[in-house]
């Protein structure tokens, strides 16, 4: 779940609900909430379809989230340009990624789904290169794309060849995190600098969509045989703390210790993901996987390495994204 570029130079109001917690603690528990998100939407695969999860998640995000603009006295975006910008950025950064990941966690480990997360900072710079005017490609930056990319070879196996099923799973997990490099940019060039801050697009965002799911789940899958409380609280812990509680815990951070401290969570929250499935799941890894996984942290980190400096007070993107995700900048899960 990356946090790369800050979305507005609006001061965060949400900062005052977590001003007694230290920056540390606050880090920990970021990293511990996103990178359990992927155990959180295995175990939800139990007894929801996909586009279940994300729906089940989009509501439960929203609440806390509709809940902290009225505390803190906010209100949604207006005009029908901005909530149509908010419709599609919602579509890159939470329709389709949570619907993938669940998919692909269908077909393979939890803890393969947060590394294929941690792609997410290669998809947002190799976008950003492409439709954002002020970012130059530096050598550096090229550096961790290519070495990015070596990583993701290496959790691919390719020296087996074909993976089948998993490899399908692979590539679902691949192509939420390049909607979310696809999200990320869009939300800087349409969304950024319009007068609205972050807290008020993230409202706005898991509104939009979650009325997009709510439409479309109904169309595209059957009712639950059954739903055990196991799944219910898992799917209501992925969206009340995984979106919710994350949001204002990233905020926290960036106003303590800058955007640049704060993104380092994205390397992080991958360990969990795998400690996760392993020792909660029982999963079982290949040798190369967690190596491939190290190797893509070091090609983000390379990415990000010139990316935003800190500026006081000045937060993320939409956290809306994360990772599964993450914040709409951050590789969460």
Known sequence: MPVSEPLS???????????????????????????????????????LAPAQISLGRMATGALPMVAVLLLTRGRLPRGV??????????????????????????????????????????FTLAVSLVVLSDERPTGRRLAGLGVGFIGVLLVFGVWSGPAGAGGAGMFMALGAALCYGIGTPYLRRFLTGRGHGSLELTAGQLISGTVQLAVLTPLITD????????????????GALGTGLAYVLMYRLVERVGATV????TYVAPVVAIAAGVLILDESLA???????????????????????????????????????????????
């Not at 704060?262 to 969570?265: E, G, K, P, S």
């Open 81 to 122: 340009r901005t909530w149509a910008h908010l419709s599609v950025a919602a579509f890159f950064l939470n329709v389709v990624p949570f619907t993938l990941f669940g998919y692909a966690e269908q077909s393979i480990p939890s803890a393969l789904a947060g590394i294929a997360n941690a792609t997410t900072p290669l």
């Open 287 to 333: 040798w190369h996987h967690p190596v491939g996984a190290a190797v893509i942290i070091v090609g983000a980190a390379l990415c990000q390495s010139s990316a935003a400096r800190p500026r006081g007070g000045t937060p993320p993107a939409s956290a809306a994204s994360a990772a599964p995700d993450a914040p709409a900048q951050s590789s969460r899960s």
């Open 262 to 265: 704060a993104t380092t969570v």
């Open 223 to 238: 009712a639950p045989e059954s739903l055990p409380w196991r799944v219910v609280l898992a799917v209501s812990a992925l």
């Open 9 to 47: 130079n609006t001061r965060t109001r949400s900062a005052p609900l977590s001003r007694g917690l230290d920056w540390r603690l606050a880090f920990l528990l970021l990293s511990l909430i996103w990178g359990s998100s992927f155990l959180l939407i295995k175990i939800g695969t139990e007894a």
